[in-house]
């Protein structure tokens, strides 16, 4: 089974502090995702990574970055926490672009 | 990829089939259809996919039209713990990597 983990399931952070999620999946699948589900809005991609120390920009990337220094961990990055960051934190991953994606428990982030 | 349209919600009673349909009407020759769902609280689960054929697993079964304008994802017996949004999305893939997930079906399995 693929297992992909998130390091917090919730997380409670103060306005202007740098924040880190870290995801970790043990497939040694090739890609890696971020994604950020808000009510209404769905899922909405943030960063993706192909590769080690390789990024692409989703859809919302502002106010984030990524950093995959290993294959089986991708890190999301909030350089300084505001509160319209205040969602659910999805990680995903997959083997390729043709395959279905597999995704962690998320992490529910509170900024006040 | 093509658009999906998903009833917001539905109800069946425990034991008994699910049918969740799904229309993608502007959808062409290489977008497959993917099922997803989303227990409350969690990461979405990968459920099934399938281009044209039918296609059953230990999940559900998805049944496909001919003309691959709509489909319906069957739970052939629901549980309580079916309880979820399902995700309904078409995608190609050449199109990237994203998932575009909508707003999804909440199917409530009533005891």
């Known amino acids: 089974d693929v297992k992909v983990t998130q390091s917090s399931r919730y997380l409670v952070k103060r306005t202007g502090e740098k924040v880190f999620l870290e995801c970790v999946q043990d497939?040694?699948?090739?890609?890696m995702f971020w994604y950020r589900q808000d009510p209404g809005l769905g899922l909405r991609l943030i960063y993706f990574s192909y590769d080690v120390k390789m990024k692409e920009k989703g859809d919302i990337p502002e106010g984030y970055s990524v950093s995959r220094e290993k294959k089986e961990r991708f890190s999301l990055i909030l350089e300084s926490a505001s509160t319209n960051q205040t969602s659910m934190y999805l990680c995903?991953?997959?083997?390729?672009?043709?395959?279905?994606?597999?995704f962690g428990p998320g992490t529910r982030l509170t900024v006040t | 990829d093509a658009k999906t349209t998903q009833p917001p919600s539905m109800d069946c009673a425990e034991g008994r089939a699910a049918n969740l349909p799904c229309n993608h009407s502007?959808?062409?020759?290489?977008?497959?259809v993917y099922w997803y769902r989303q227990i409350h609280s969690q990461g979405p689960q990968y459920i099934i996919h399938g281009l044209k054929n039918n296609e059953t697993n230990e999940m559900a079964s998805l049944i496909i039209t001919e003309d691959r304008k709509s489909s319906t994802l069957i739970l052939p017996h629901a549980t309580l713990r079916d309880t979820a949004v399902y995700y309904c999305?078409?995608?190609?893939?050449?199109?990237?990597?994203?998932?575009?997930f909508g707003t999804g079906t909440s199917l409530t399995v009533i005891p």
């Open positions: 502007t959808i062409s020759g290489n977008e497959y």
């Open positions: 999305i078409v995608r190609s893939a050449n199109t990237g990597n994203q998932f575009y």
């Open positions: 497939m040694d699948h090739e890609n």
């Open positions: 995903a991953s997959n083997p390729g672009q043709s395959y279905e994606q597999y």
